[in-house]
């Protein structure tokens, strides 16, 4: 069975005489599920869409067999309910609250067994250092672990990655995707990974689907088809 | 300086302000963040004293609270009083008064609050409760005192609500700014200037808390 299962369709009207379209059909096997395109094909829709963050026109999305949204049957599933990790492009990192604090937001036990879950994700991810110190204190490459250890804590049922890494240096990158690669896999984890950057994509996904004009244009096996679509994306 | 009002008129503002505060937070939350189409409609309703000339206001409150209405009809069936002339009517008042003072300045806070982080919290698992109580008011809170002290500081102020549905009782609805009309009808410029100046130096003392409050949230957001 396929953890994710997507069929969704959005139009979205940026003013009176342009129009958005968002058609896509696919399903996600387990590990890492790269979505490459170009700016502004859709990619980010979709992960909202997923996660309940927008409602799509039309479609049916299931996540480990459970049906979240089915327009057939005005199904809609909240956010809060859908037990998906979401790490934004910008991370969003809650700015009042420490990086321990952040970790433990979404774990719903409490006492001494959130305490062990969060110094767990803060050691798994280096950055038990900087456990009491605000988003604002801390380096880009740290906010960017607090941001996964975040998502990942919960044991969520589908990690989703939007661009996260955009804004940090190769070096960093590395070491953050070695890390979330290891959690992924140790805790059997789904990803659906938002990028256009091919590095990024090789390095984490296993799978890629390219996206093009709200469409999907082609999908296979990561290493070989980022190589494939090189001339295509490049002339998108 | 008349103590007594001064007294009455300070336990009016606070109680306004604290009702206002447990009132004014959820409405302000569902103004920033209703999708509802009508929301416009409920907008202006909190928004009229602001427009609305502080006697037709109080009109109309005397009205509601009378015995020929059903408001009136039903307190006095509760709690065996009414609330024209006394000092709860002019709580009641001074809360549908001063909402807009304390509503706009929360809304204002709540709109300012990224709604990515909403987003992120909501897909960690918060409900709305939860997104509210500890994202959103601890990021606002700049906003909500801005929003108790200016309703605090409209309360004392207040002129043409408390005199319609207050009257001028000594000990019971006259506050300050009543009590400077009284001072001012008597020819008794001394005592009318003495509580001015008090009233005038306190007002601005609370204007200086709002913006140095407004400033430090900018401060903060531009960490």
Redesign the interface.
């Known amino acids: 069975m396929n953890p994710l299962k997507v069929q969704i369709r959005q139009t979205f009207s940026a003013n009176r005489h342009q129009r958005f379209s968002l058609d896509v059909q696919f399903s996600s096997p387990c590990g890492v599920t790269v979505i490459f395109g170009p700016s502004g094909s859709g990619k980010t829709t979709i992960l909202q869409c997923i996660?309940?963050?927008i409602t799509p026109d039309s479609g049916q999305i299931s996540i480990s067999g459970e049906d979240v949204y089915d327009s057939s049957r005005t199904l809609d599933i909240?956010?809060?309910?859908?037990?998906?990790?979401?790490v934004?492009q910008?991370l969003?990192?809650?700015?009042?609250m420490t990086a321990a604090q952040n970790i433990g937001?979404?774990i719903?036990v409490n006492g001494t067994e959130k305490q062990r879950l969060v110094r767990d994700a803060l050691e798994k991810f280096r950055i038990a250092g900087v456990a009491n110190h605000r988003p604002?204190e801390i380096s880009g490459g740290e906010r960017q672990r607090v941001a996964l250890a975040?998502?990942l804590v919960?044991q969520p049922r589908l990690l989703l990655l939007d661009e996260p890494f955009s804004a940090l240096d190769d070096e960093l990158k590395e070491g953050i995707i070695r890390d979330l690669k290891r959690w992924l896999t140790e805790n059997a984890i789904p990803a659906l990974f938002v990028t256009h950057d091919r590095e990024e994509a090789r390095a984490l996904g296993d799978r890629v689907l390219l996206l093009k004009d709200g469409k999907i244009a082609g999908e296979g096996d990561v290493q070989e088809a980022i190589n494939t679509w090189r001339t295509n994306i490049a002339c998108a | 300086m008349n103590w007594q009002a001064l007294v009455l008129t300070a336990k009016l503002a606070s109680l306004a302000s604290l009702i206002l505060m447990v009132v004014g937070i959820p409405v302000a939350l569902w103004v920033a963040y209703s999708r509802r189409r009508w929301k416009f409609l409920a907008e202006s309703v909190v928004a009229l004293p602001i427009v609305l000339p502080p006697t037709v206001l109080g009109f109309y409150l005397l009205v509601a609270f009378g015995s020929e209405s059903w408001l009136g009809r039903w307190y006095q069936h509760v709690t065996g009083g009414t609330l024209a002339f006394t000092f709860r009517g002019l709580v009641v008042a001074s809360v549908l008064y001063s909402l807009p003072f304390a509503v706009h300045p929360m809304v204002a806070g709540f709109r300012g609050v990224d709604q990515k982080l909403l987003a992120a919290a909501r897909t960690l698992g918060a409900g709305k409760f939860k997104v509210y109580s500890r994202i959103v008011l601890p990021l606002a809170w700049p906003s909500l005192v801005t929003g108790l002290v200016l309703s605090f500081a409209h309360t004392v102020g207040e002129f043409g609500v408390v005199l319609m549905v207050g009257g001028n009782i000594p000990g019971v609805t006259q506050t300050l700014s009543i009590n400077i009309y009284d001072s001012v009808e008597a020819l008794d410029y001394r005592s009318a200037n003495a509580t001015a100046l008090t009233l005038l130096i306190f007002s601005y003392l609370l204007l200086c808390i709002v913006y140095s409050l407004n400033q430090k949230l900018v401060l903060w957001e531009n960490r």
Do not use: C, I, N
């Not at chain 1, 909240?78 to 979401?86: I, K």
């Not at chain 1, 969003?92 to 009042?96: E, G």
């Open positions: 996660a309940g963050l909240p956010t809060q309910f859908r037990r998906v990790g979401y934004f910008h969003a990192l809650f700015p009042h937001f979404g719903r604002d975040r998502a919960t």
